[in-house]
């Protein structure tokens, strides 16, 4: 074989290699994502040992007082339909309930750096689990601002990378409402439960260490007790933290909020093990848990999420729409030395517009759906909001926009962070 030959076939053969190397990268690109994702089921490799890097906030309850209640700058990503996002059942589409929780995580280093939402979802016929959205339009650890157009048409690379999943079949398990859930560092913490009437199911609750494009579940740990008045078989929403002697707290609510279990953890490092969970107790809000309130003063939140202050004192973020309106209530915690029972005590509250002429009458956000809350670097309290589900044409009333490839989200700040 002549030299030239020789040399015309090795570079056929590098062309070809090149070519193949392009189709592979081509099927994992957002728009050609595989349907269905893989469920983590094997223990951590590196489970968290040292404790999460929890950022404090300053003065939660002015924050809570003073955010910007219809700011201008809207907020959205790419649904799970859209050919640039990874594929989930983001849509009412016979799979998808609709949201129920939102949070933000912030990754300062390594090839994930950046923004990402983490949206939790309750589904139909297939597992539920939660959405892991990259806002790469937007690196800044502060307030994101405006990121759509008032017509919530977002930009590509504002879309979801991941769909987490957790598997039913191989924990022998029929949930299939994954709750308001609460980020805290790279660690994501999930309600679950099934509002099926016939199911047999305890609640539970599992955290997952989350990379934007790989997840680790810990065991899940059932709910243990309950209060006279409330039941095991719901847990709507969560609230975790990390107290001062180390330990970590994690809040289950059920029965519509109504119904609040706590659980500490048996030693200073976060467990993977559910038998390194104790449950301290249960208590009905409204008539056992410390100060009692009535319904009108604490109504069926969505979301509740654990945040505490730089000054040593916790706080509850809890969202729930009320009579078509949406609002965000802010509560001190008081933890009994003994029991752990917990006492709330309404600090803040703030109304909050997820339509208004600044959305073009379009709904951006629903609290019935998810809110959740996130401390910036500088230690503010910023609330958000996120869409109940992505939906065409014929499947949405007037104050939603129809085109499916869309979520919207509105991002409520304090004035002083405001960018």
């Known amino acids: 074989m002549s030299r030239a030959l020789r040399a015309s076939r090795d570079r056929r053969g590098r062309q070809l290699r ?4 392009m189709l592979t990268l081509l099927a994992c690109t957002p728009g050609h994502a595989p349907l269905e994702p893989t469920p983590v089921r094997s223990p951590p490799r590196a489970w968290p040992a040292t404790p999460l890097d929890i950022t404090c906030a300053i003065d939660p309850v002015t924050d809570i007082a003073t955010l910007d209640a219809d700011p201008h700058a809207n907020i959205a990503y790419r649904s799970g339909n859209s050919e640039f996002s990874y594929r989930s059942p983001t849509m009412r589409n016979g799979k998808l309930g609709h949201h129920q929780g939102i949070g933000r995580m912030y990754i300062n280093e390594g090839v994930d750096r950046g923004n990402y939402f983490v949206v939790s979802a309750s589904t139909h016929n297939v597992d ?6 990259q806002i790469a339009s937007n690196d800044s650890p502060g307030a994101l601002g405006s990121l759509a157009s008032p017509r919530a048409v977002s930009r590509r690379n504002d879309r979801i990378v991941n769909w987490v999943t957790f598997d039913n079949a191989w924990l022998d398990t029929n949930y299939n409402h994954a709750g308001g859930l609460q980020v805290l560092g790279h660690i994501v913490a999930v309600p679950l439960e099934s509002y099926k009437v016939d199911s047999p199911d305890d609640a539970s609750f599992v955290l997952w260490q989350l990379r934007p494009r790989f997840a680790e579940m810990s065991e899940p740990v059932q709910r243990r007790n309950s209060s ?56 009905d809000v409204s008539q056992e848990a ?68 600044a959305t073009r009458g379009y709904d951006y956000c629903d609290f019935s759906a998810g809110s959740g809350g996130y401390v910036d670097p500088a230690g503010h309290l ?38």
């Open 18 to 21: 090149i070519a193949l190397t």
């Open 128 to 133: 539920p689990g939660f959405e892991v959205v």
């Open 228 to 283: 006279e008045h409330g039941s095991t078989e719901h847990a709507g929403s969560i609230g975790m933290t990390r107290l001062g002697d180390g330990r970590y707290l994690v809040m289950v609510f059920g029965r519509h909020a109504r119904e609040v279990e706590v659980f500490i953890s048996t030693g200073g490092y976060l467990p993977w093990a559910s038998d390194d969970w104790a449950s301290a107790g249960a208590w």
């Open 290 to 357: 410390g100060t009692v309130v009535s319904e009108e003063e604490w109504p069926a939140y969505q979301g509740t999420q654990l945040f505490p202050s730089c000054d040593g004192k916790l706080y509850l973020l809890a969202g729930k729409r009320i009579d078509g309106n949406d609002w965000v209530h802010l509560w001190s915690v008081d933890l009994d030395e003994q029991t752990l029972r917990p006492t709330f005590t309404r600090r803040a509250q703030r109304h909050l517009f997820c339509s208004s002429k």
């Open 382 to 419: 910023i609330v958000y909001g996120v869409e109940g589900t992505a939906c065409v044409a014929g499947d949405c009333d007037h104050r939603r926009r129809g085109d499916g490839n869309h979520v919207g989200v509105r991002e409520f700040a304090p004035h002083r962070s405001t960018p």
